[in-house]
């Protein structure tokens, strides 16, 4: 059964730092990766989709990188501003039908970004 | 307007009830996932339906039903609702393009209380 695990579950820095989320998964037969971001009681909003035969993708100040063999996955942000404050989830998939199945999720690290 | 969406966005109901939560979108995708999240076990998968012939167990579906009508929409049945299916549920939907990823769209989400 595939795990993820998400480290920090919690981080506090002040604006303008440049700051580093961790991923981990226990099966390296994944489809993808994918990093959403979820604000309070809201829904999830996609950031980053990274494919297995990648190693990173890049969206404005966000860069995802991917090491399927060891089972690991970074989010950089570059330049936090308040407004990145929020939950930010990793999530992969298996193999299915040709292409991914559903998603398995870690739990999340809360980032609270100073003013 | 919204390209995932979900209804009700909130239900409150009784121990025993039938509940039935609904997922429309309008990207066109074939598609359709349900998860629910729960405070500090993260989200999980509970069916996925790659078409309307096509309807697979997500890792929690035991006391859930799903119903493909049509390409665009995906239902979620409680047959006897209980307390511990409270949770927040969403919907997603994703196109499956050869080396496109499968990024997956979530729907803003459906609190369900179950008294």
């Known amino acids: 059964k595939q795990e993820v695990t998400q480290i920090p579950a919690a981080l506090s820095v002040p604006e303008g730092e440049n700051l580093v989320l961790n991923c981990s998964f226990t099966?390296?037969?994944?489809?993808?990766l994918q990093w959403f971001r979820q604000d309070p009681g809201k829904g999830l909003t996609s950031l980053l989709l990274?494919?297995?035969?990648?190693r990173e993708q890049t969206s404005g100040r966000l860069n995802a990188s991917l090491d399927k063999s060891s089972g690991r996955s970074t989010l950089y942000i570059a330049a936090s501003q308040p407004g990145d404050s929020a939950t930010y989830l990793c999530?992969?998939?298996?193999?299915?039908?040709?292409?991914?199945?559903?998603?398995?999720f870690g739990k999340g690290t809360h980032l609270i970004i100073q003013p | 307007d919204a390209d995932v969406t979900q209804t009700p966005r909130n239900r409150i109901t009784k121990t025993g009830k039938r509940i039935m939560l609904e997922c429309s979108q309008t990207?066109?995708?074939?598609?359709m996932y349900w998860y629910r999240q729960d405070p500090g076990l993260g989200l999980r998968l509970i069916y996925y339906?790659?078409?309307?012939?096509?309807?697979n167990k997500g890792e929690i579906s035991d006391g859930y039903s799903v119903s493909r009508q049509a390409q665009a929409k995906f239902s979620l049945s409680l047959e006897s609702a209980i307390p511990n299916q409270t949770a927040l549920y969403f919907c997603?939907?994703?196109?499956?393009?050869?080396?496109?990823?499968?990024?997956?769209?979530f729907g803003p989400g459906t609190r369900l209380t179950v008294l």
């Open positions: 997603a939907t994703s196109d499956f393009t050869q080396g496109a990823g499968d990024t997956q769209y």
């Open positions: 099966d390296s037969a994944i489809y993808n």
């Open positions: 990274i494919q297995s035969s990648q």
């Open positions: 999530a992969v998939s298996g193999y299915s039908g040709g292409g991914a199945d559903g998603l398995t």
């Open positions: 990207k066109g995708h074939d598609r």
């Open positions: 339906s790659f078409d309307v012939k096509d309807i």
